[in-house]
């Protein structure tokens, strides 16, 4: 397959992963901009096998739909049979088809911006080359504590026509029913099941999940029971009306033991936090603590497209993408069901060291607890020099541990940690894998003298040329877009209404550890709406860099980005660009038009903030309608 990056020195850990999801538009009752030429280049995605094509309809292998029955094991046995005859096409007629933990497989996944551990897996796709899932309409509703989708080293593989949703939703949602110094009332809806505890702490808890059929013995099901804790971890506001985040919330992080005692009335609770605030009649969000049930996980595969897809709810990320080659989701959604505030517990995709293209096209991305999609690189840290051609190098932030993205005969980069600034590459020689954080590396040539720890190394590889087009992006928490990638960035015919920044270009090599620097990107003709109403970026369009004070003179990390045809929707003068180690951007032909959508802030500095960049122009051709 495209990269083989999962070594078998941790077992049975052995992934870096990756997932892209999407869902299906219908339904939504939202208009998508339909964009001409659907996806750049898509050609290169689709399937060239000569194989004749065989299908499976799952009720021909016993499956049964609309019955609540655990789909499970058979789907598993289907995917086995698709890979040895050489199956490529599952079709599942419409219907629901449920998915239980208790007889899915079991691996242990090491998830890139997600949490690590021992995952049950519904669809293992793993080694397949040309697969197409058809759910023609379908829902497939998960249970309990499991990751619907693994794809690893697989190649050309297709969803379609499917949406995912789980019974038991991992956040938590109740609405504010008064609010006093230190103590909040709550009313949480029966899908959202809790209790307290002797010491009086809340505790959210599991339901039980079992499928028609299922032997019950009663005591040990009561232990299972016990076992089931949903943890948490922060509060976050949506106001009820708009279905947003509400105007200039922030997370407050209030650990997993929050003091709290019953109230009279049903399911009605007093919980206490010097903190606390709130407006009476919104809905308070509990966070997890844990990213743990990724939707789609994509790993070291190729040409995988996401065709009317929808995931309502995941546990994590939606899609994740990983070491990927050619990644398209179209046609998609992630948004809530059963009138939930939340769809994903974390970014809807999210998109790692991949190369070829990603092309984002003609989706919906609302209601996630994080960016639409996040597109980076990843530095190590240079841990230790051993000797003139060799370091131990460390993956810094946990959410990277186990990620393996240095293979024998790979040409690294070498970063200066404090700068970013990359001063030389040299090829790797010799790859050992000492531990999830650290891996040794032997080079071919000799260490750059400059070469010191506490500088970074990333992949220099095909960095992905990125189609973003005919989304609709909003009500999530945080920023639109997190866009970090070196090859050619369009984005096009979007409509943007994020509560932070709605394009954010960054870098680091001090806390996240991701590797960015865009070289070419083109935004044009998006309708940025009111966005910046709550505290996730200063800007609209906000370009930044981790960059030691001293470097600030001399380091420019992103370059050439144009801005041109866009509207920007405002409700007052805050600033449109914040731009800061930039080397090349023009701003032209936008409309900036005043609106009444929230109340105005205090504004320091109007419209444009330009901090340690060059080449910097911003054209007289900009239109600003309704200021006074």
Known sequence: MFRKRLMGRITPARLCLGVLVAACISGCGVSVTQANNGVANEGNLKQTSTVKRQSINVLDRGITANDRSDSTYKIIEIIEEAKKKGVTKIIFPKGRYDFYPTRAQEHYLFISNNDEGLKRVGFPIEGLDQLEIDGQGSQFIFHG??????????????????????????????????????????????????????????????????????????????????????????????????????????????????KAEHLPGERRVRIFHPKLSGTVGNIMTFAPSRRDYVGFTLTGSEDVI?????????????????????????????????????????????????????????????NQKDDATNIHGIYAMVDTILDDKTIDVRVQHPHQYGFEFIDKGDLLELVQGPSMITYGANKVAEVERLSKEITRVKFVDTLDKRFQVGDSVAEVRDYPDV??????????????????????????????????????????????????????????????????????????????????DEYQDKARYNKNILVEGNTFNVYDKGLLLDLFSVDGLIFRNNKIVKTQAYPERQIEKEFFNIEHSDNINIEDNNEFIGFE
């Open 145 to 258: 504590f499991m990751n619907p989708f693994l794809v690893r080293d697989a190649k050309g593989i297709t969803f379609k026509n499917f949406s995912i949703d789980f019974e038991r939703p991992f956040h938590q949602e109740a609405e504010i029913l008064a609010v006093d110094d230190g103590s909040m009332d709550l009313a949480f809806g029966e899908e959202f099941p809790y209790e307290i505890t002797p010491a009086g702490i809340l505790q959210f808890v599991g339901i039980r999940e079992i499928p028609p059929g299922y032997p019950i013995f009663e005591r040990l099901e009561r232990r299972k029971d016990v076992e089931k804790k949903y943890g948490y971890q922060s509060l976050l506001e949506f106001d009820k009306e708009k279905r947003e985040t509400a105007y200039m919330v922030y997370d407050l992080w209030i650990g997993n033991a929050v």
């Open 306 to 366: 996401f065709d009317n897809i929808t995931i309502h709810h995941a546990g994590g990320m939606g899609i994740l993408g990983e070491n990927c080659h050619n990644v398209t989701v179209k046609n998609s959604a992630v948004t809530p069901s059963k009138s939930r505030y939340i769809s994903t517990t974390a970014d809807a995709t999210h998109f790692v060291n991949c190369s070829g293209e990603i092309n984002l096209v003609n989706n919906l991305f609302e």
């Open 467 to 548: 189609l973003i087009k005919g989304n609709i992006i909003r009500r999530n928490r945080a920023r639109g877009m997190l866009l970090n990638c070196r090859g050619k960035t369009l984005v096009e015919d979007n409509y943007f209404h994020s509560p932070g920044a709605a394009i954010l270009f960054e870098g680091d090599a001090n806390f996240w550890f991701e590797q960015g620097g865009v070289s070419d990107a083109v935004i044009r003709n998006n309708v940025f709406d009111n966005s910046v109403f709550g505290v996730w970026g200063n800007s609209v369009l906000d370009v930044a860099a981790g960059i030691s």
